[in-house]
Structure formats: C-alpha cells, structure tokens
C-alpha cells in the first residue's frame, strides 16, 4: 500500500481576509500526493500555484482546511515547529534562490546539513557531489555575483537537496534554466525520486517539465481543475 505523503482537506486561503482588498487564494483545495511521486503544479499566473506551496511548507497559515505531512496533522504548528518541520522534511527551492550573498556555493549547499548537525567534512562531501552533478564543479568557491542566474538556481536546487528531504517543493525549479540545464536538473530528481523515494511538488509553467513528472495537477482561480496520471 502507498503511503500518503501530503494531504490537503478543504484547504482555503485568504489575503487581507474581512477587508475591502481580500484576496481569495486558494478555495477549498483536496489534494493527495503518495510517497514517491513527482507531481507538477500548472496554472496560469496569479491562479494559486505560489501560495499552495506557501501553506504546506509552513511559510504562511491556511484560513481554513488541514494539511497532513506524513499523516500528521501540521496545520496548527507554532512557528518552531513549523521551521522544524521544514528544516528536517521540506526541501523548498524558491524561485528567487535566497542564497546567501557572503557564502561561496559550496558553503551555501553545505549550510543546510551543517545546522542539521552533520560534521563539515561530511556536508562538504555531499556539496561537492551535488554542484558536480548540476555542472557546477568548477564554480564551487564562486559567490553568487559572481555565478549567472542560471547557475545560481542550480546552487539553490542543490542545497534544498542535501538533507534528503522526504518532500521537496520547487516554484520554477527550471525558470531560469537552459534547455540542456533543465533536462540535468529534472534527471537529478527522477533519480532520488527513484532510489529515495523522495516525494517532489513542482510548480511550473513548462508542459515539458509536467511531462517528465507522474502527474500534472491544474489550478485555475485557487481551486483544483484538473488532475492526470494518478497512482491508484
């Protein structure tokens, strides 16, 4: 039997909610991803996408409606245990990269496993691998002026992988990708969706990334329109 990985119940999100400007997210949204699945999130601009990764990586609360990490209920989590959460079973690779500007790749990779606990040898090992396999083996000690945009989105990918995190959640992973980068990127994580199963939402406006993933959830206006492709 296939474990559910993420659950979303009747979730619902509204901005600046009472107020002449509320703005209506997400509404009513049921949504299972399984373990093991490499799922992508289309939509138009504006219609959710964002915001569905926000409340299920703890970055924002839901208004209304559950979310369920691993059948735990995380919904009402304080803002530690949210950071916890996130620091030990969500790999988030944001679509403006948030790298550290004073810290080379590598250090900004390693960062991550170095607050986890992991000694400096180690979580450089694992740095090293990652950048090497994303084509960045030559730009290790490189700080991010001095990477292009598109090699500081690999930097970004690698370090939301480095604690093999049970769920990764990418907004754009590829955005600022080449073609030849982007099929690297997206092979990176067929593998450790294979090998670790880990489980992966991927928000993208990119019909040939959806194609390479097991399914392709749609979201037009905060709410779910169509789903393909599903695990039985």
């Known amino acids: ?16 909610e009472g107020s002449a400007r509320e703005v209506v997210a997400l509404k009513d949204v049921d949504l299972t991803i399984y373990e093991g699945e490499m799922v992508a999130l289309m939509g138009p601009s504006g219609s959710g996408k964002s915001t569905m990764l926000n409340v299920i990586g703890g970055l924002t609360p839901v208004t209304s409606g559950r979310i369920y990490i691993a059948g735990e209920d995380v919904t009402e989590y304080t803002d530690e245990q949210r950071a916890i959460l996130r620091r030990d079973k969500i790999g ?17 990779v390693m960062l991550p496993l ?11 090992r694992r740095a090293i691998m990652l950048l ?17 945009g598109g090699q500081e989105q690999r930097v970004a990918i690698s370090r939301s992988l480095i604690t093999r995190p049970a769920i990764i959640l990418g907004d754009e992973p590829t955005g600022d990708l080449d073609l030849e980068s ?7 994580f067929r593998r450790i969706n294979r090998e670790e199963k880990q489980t992966l939402l991927l928000v993208t406006h990119s ?26």
Do not use: W
């Open 92 to 108: 988030y690779i944001f679509q403006h990269f948030n790298l550290l500007d004073y810290l080379t790749a590598e250090q900004n």
């Open 207 to 232: 019909e040939y990334i959806g194609s390479l993933c097991d399914r392709i959830v749609r979201i037009d206006d905060g709410q779910i329109v169509e789903e393909g492709g599903a695990k039985e």
């Open 182 to 188: 982007s099929q690297d990127v997206m092979r990176l």
């Open 1 to 16: 039997m296939i474990r559910k990985m993420l659950e979303l119940k009747n979730v619902t999100k509204i901005y600046n």
């Open 132 to 148: 090497r396999e994303l084509g960045l083996g030559g730009r290790t000690e490189h700080y991010p002026n001095e990477l292009s």
């Open 114 to 124: 170095l607050i986890q606990g992991y000694t400096f040898e180690y979580s450089k």
